[in-house]
């Protein structure tokens, strides 16, 4: 794992990925951060939140698609269709660990985001991928392409 900028935050990164890896759809697992930043770009963006959260659902007048599931089911971690259409994942909720397990084993060409990377509970599933970069202290970048993950990292 190599570490990158620790003068920016959360979402100067994460805009940073976005900007520099132009992805054609983006699912986020989370409250929707991202929603608003993504569609005015023109980017095709899901948002999948537990079903006590209601901040994301506003987004769907954007043209986002919001998906609730109850915390404790497959479906938050594995929603269906998740890996189908995607080629960048933010994941910034619950159950961190298995979805980042789940997206080991179920993408290529994608670039996966974390924040609040730098918990220790969440090392063993970073370890999991071929390249990690951490572009500030909380907030890591990986992809089972290592090029993905270089290209936005050099940026």
Known sequence: MCHGDGGRN??????????TYLPKSILEWGTGHFGKYALKRGIKYTVVAPDWI???????ELGAICEIYELDTSE????????DDFDFYIV???????????LYTQTTDALICLHDAQRERYHA????????????????IMSNTPEIVDSIAGA
């Open 10 to 19: 959360f979402w100067q990164v994460c805009h940073h990925a976005i900007d």
């Open 54 to 60: 209601e901040a994301p659902l506003y987004l769907e």
């Open 76 to 83: 938050y971690v594995k929603p269906p269709g998740a890996y």
């Open 92 to 102: 910034d909720h619950r159950r961190r660990r298995e979805i980042l397990a789940h």
């Open 125 to 140: 599933a970073l370890e999991l991928f071929p390249r990690v970069h951490f572009m500030n202290r909380s907030f890591a």
